[in-house]
C-alpha cells in the first residue's frame, strides 16, 4: 500500500483544497492530511475562520481523504513520514523545494495549485464586498 501525506490549515475549504486532495489521492492507496492547529496557526501569526475541530470533520468528510492528523510544530514532518510509513509527500507547488529535506525518507511532489482560488483570495474578496455593502 502507497501512502501519501500532505499538510496545511484547509479554513475555507474550496475546490482548490478538493482538487489538491484529490489528486494527492490519486497518488497513492491513502491519503493521510496534517492539519494545522489553531495553536499552532496563532504561533504562524495566522487566524483560521473555522476550528480545527471542524476544519477536521470536514475533510474526514471527502472520500480521497482517509485519515487527518493535527500539525502542532514545524519540526513534525519527518517524524509523521516515519511514524506512519509514507511513501509520498506531496505539496502545492507553492511550496516547491521547501520540502526537499524529506527525500532521504521519501518521495517529494509537488503539484500545481488551482488557478484563481485561494483561501487568502477568498478572505480578500470577502473584505472588499464587505466594505462595498
Not at 28 to 36: E, R, T
Amino acid at each position: 500500500m502507497k501512502k501519501v501525506l500532505t499538510y496545511g490549515t484547509f479554513d475555507l475549504l474550496h475546490k482548490g483544497h478538493v482538487n489538491l486532495l484529490q489528486r494527492a489521492r490519486e497518488l497513492g492507496d491513502y491519503l493521510i492530511v496534517a492539519v494545522s492547529t489553531d495553536t499552532f496557526n496563532a504561533l504562524k501569526g495566522k487566524a483560521s475562520y473555522t476550528s480545527w475541530e471542524d476544519r477536521k470533520l470536514i475533510l474526514e468528510a471527502l472520500s480521497c481523504v482517509d485519515e487527518v492528523i493535527p500539525e502542532t510544530h514545524w519540526e513534525q514532518k519527518v517524524i509523521d513520514v516515519k511514524e506512519h510509513d509514507i511513501d509520498l509527500f506531496v505539496m502545492g507547488d507553492d511550496w516547491s523545494g521547501e520540502f526537499d529535506f524529506l527525500q532521504e525518507y521519501c518521495e517529494v511532489v509537488y503539484l500545481s495549485r488551482t488557478a484563481g482560488v485561494s483561501t487568502t483570495k477568498i478572505k480578500e474578496d470577502l473584505k472588499v464586498h464587505q466594505l462595498i455593502s
